[in-house]
């Protein structure tokens, strides 16, 4: 069974530019999570899925966030204009429908904002 | 809102010995879950160990078990024998399912322990 799949592994830029991220999750898991690493920290919730509607985005900064889940598949992640303090691994992870505590991680993605 | 609390920033064992991570967490609920992560340089989070509130027997997986005390709200996570490839960060977890059931609810993490190896 495949894993859940994250592009890029890596990105730079620099801060007031955009980025997206993208998330694959495992075959048929109905809900998908992105969370936001900073660096020495555990991660922490930005939004929450299932299937294509929003479960949970109260901790999303929605001026400069955004994120979308098309056809209740793959995810799309972005920021815009991002900031220094958006230097962080942003980890999506996805779960069976009823089961919401058995999260499968991604492998990340680093961002480094200059 | 819950919280996670890993008291120790870093840990550090020697190989084939015993080392014990800390985690205590606060939660006026009584059903809930608790995980602990490992999560190496290579950043994939991976999901060491499992353990239901209302389980009253420990949790155990290999080398890996846990000490589940729900009345004093701590989870401390003993790994025996140890071996390199258990150097890693180590983060506690909680999960509590909201309100429409176990489909829905979020993980809320602790600081993270960083567990180093001595060969």
């Known amino acids: 069974e495949a894993g859940v799949a994250q592009s890029p592994r890596y990105k730079i830029i620099e801060k007031r530019q955009s980025v997206a991220f993208w998330c694959n999750p495992i075959?048929?898991?109905?809900?998908l999570y992105w969370y936001q690493q900073i660096l020495g920290q555990g991660p922490k919730l930005l939004i929450q899925?299932?299937?294509?509607?929003?479960?949970?985005d109260s901790q999303l900064p929605k001026d400069r966030f955004s994120a979308e889940r098309l056809k209740g598949v793959d995810s799309t992640l972005k920021i815009q204009p991002a900031k220094l303090e958006d230097s962080a691994v942003y980890l999506c992870?996805?779960?069976?429908?009823?089961?919401?505590?058995?999260?499968?991680f991604g492998p990340g993605t680093r961002l480094t904002v200059t | 809102a819950q919280t996670v609390t890993q008291s120790q920033p870093e840990m550090s064992v020697q190989e084939a010995e015993t080392v014990t991570l800390s985690c205590t967490y606060d939660?006026?609920?009584?059903?809930?879950?608790l995980f602990w992560y490992k999560q190496p340089p290579s950043r994939q989070m991976i999901l060491v160990i499992r353990?239901?509130?209302?389980?009253?027997q420990n949790a155990t997986e290999n080398r890996f078990s846990v000490n589940f005390q729900k009345a004093a709200k701590s989870f401390s996570l003993k790994i025996s024998d140890s071996q390199l490839g258990d150097a890693a960060m180590y983060f506690c977890a909680y999960f509590h399912a909201n309100a429409g059931g176990t489909s829905y609810g979020k993980l809320t993490f602790g600081q993270g322990t960083i567990l180093t190896v001595h060969p």
């Open positions: 939660t006026s609920e009584s059903d809930y879950y």
């Open positions: 075959s048929g898991h109905a809900t």
């Open positions: 353990q239901e509130a209302y389980k009253q």
């Open positions: 899925f299932q299937n294509n509607g929003v479960v949970d």
């Open positions: 992870a996805s779960s069976p429908a009823v089961r919401g505590y058995e999260q499968y």
